[in-house]
């Protein structure tokens, strides 16, 4: 089995920084992409931002400037930082990462349980 475990959520003012934290851990055998999803209150969960394994990555236009994804292969950890933030990036955020396990040899994509982000004005 396989579980991905965030962190670092929580409630901070307009234009401060968190930082959010997901370890995975069980039978991996490797870890491909991993991302970070959100979903506020009455909307659809969206992509935020994801990195490959050598280190490429994509943000929507919303986070920009702002927001950093990194992981730590060693320890597989996918992170993200987030500055500047907006009471418009108030959402649970998800961490989610393609993993091959062994044993059983497959690939599947895992999700964390979520981690709270209040951003107040």
């Known amino acids: 089995q396989v579980q991905l475990v965030e962190s670092g959520g929580g409630l901070v003012q307009a234009r401060g920084s968190l930082r959010l934290s997901c370890a995975s851990s069980g039978s991996i055998f490797s870890i491909n992409d991993m991302g970070w999803y959100r979903q506020a209150p009455g909307k659809q969960r969206e992509l935020v931002t994801a990195?490959?394994?050598?280190?490429?990555?994509n943000y929507a236009d919303s986070v920009k400037g702002r927001f950093t994804i990194s992981r730590d292969n060693a320890k597989n950890t996918v992170y993200l930082q987030m500055n500047s933030l907006k009471p418009e990036d108030t959402a649970v955020y998800y961490c989610?990462?393609?993993?091959?396990?062994?044993?059983?040899?497959?690939?599947?994509?895992?999700w964390g349980q979520g981690t709270q982000v209040t951003v107040s004005s």
């Open positions: 989610n990462a393609a993993i091959f396990t062994n044993p059983p040899r497959v690939l599947k994509t895992y």
């Open positions: 990195i490959t394994r050598g280190g490429s990555t």
